[in-house]
């Protein structure tokens, strides 16, 4: 089966950094992505590794290591508006690069 | 900024009813992709549609489901004879390119609550 494990919530002080973490047993492996959802809200993108490495998109970055099937998603200087839930999300392999698999999501808690 | 729009925002219907759900892609975007979201639970793949037909789909994907282009503009979701587990949130997405690396686009969504 295809499965991604993030943790189900995490809670963190305003301005603090918090990684969530995502470990990935797929087919194949294609690419990890990113997601933020806040409630009520639909999906918008964060971030993306196809490569092993860091990417870094202002107070967001996110890591792979393909050896490892894991990646995270780094978020420095929280503010209250970051307070959602995030997705990994992977492409399973090049022949099948159209779907996405998700993670169940990490809700994010944040406290003033 | 262009984005994704999705009619209605909410739809309730009677169990064993058909439901279109209507979406509007980024105009210069090719692939387009239907997903589905159970309350509190994670966001599940059901198709995704390229140059007029599917291009993979799910298991979720059955008989009871269909989507369709009508136009140049629209993209629908047809669930046949509704079940009360087909009650969820329902996004359509929308991506240019479609590569490994390609940013999917989601509208709003629409919930569908089936009584």
């Known amino acids: 089966g295809q499965s991604l494990e993030q943790p189900s919530e995490v809670t963190a002080v305003e301005g603090a950094i918090v990684q969530i973490n995502c470990t990935y047993q797929t087919s194949g492996f294609y690419g990890l992505s990113w997601y933020q959802q806040h409630d009520g809200g639909a999906p918008t993108f964060l971030s993306y590794n196809g490569l092993d490495g860091l990417e870094e998109t202002g107070r967001f970055s996110s890591f792979l290591s393909r050896s490892d099937s894991y990646g995270y998603l780094l978020l420095q200087e929280l503010q209250m508006k970051d307070s959602a839930s995030y997705f990994c999300a992977v492409r399973p392999n090049m022949d099948s690069n159209y779907q996405l698999i998700w993670g169940a999501g990490t809700k994010l808690i944040i406290k003033p | 900024e262009p984005e994704v729009t999705q009619t209605p925002s909410h739809q309730v219907t009677q169990m064993g009813q058909e439901v279109i759900l209507r979406c509007v892609p980024i105009s210069n975007h090719l692939y387009f992709y239907w997903y589905r979201q159970i309350l509190g639970q994670k966001v599940e793949f059901l198709v995704s549609f390229y140059n007029n037909e599917i291009s993979e789909k799910s298991e979720i994907f059955d008989d009871q489901f269909s989507v369709e282009r009508p136009d140049g503009s629209n993209f629908t979701l047809k669930i046949r004879s509704t079940k009360l587990e087909d009650s969820a949130m329902y996004f359509c997405?929308?991506?240019?390119w479609g590569g490994g690396g390609d940013t999917q686009y989601f509208g709003p969504g629409t919930r569908l609550t089936v009584l």
């Open positions: 997405a929308s991506g240019r």
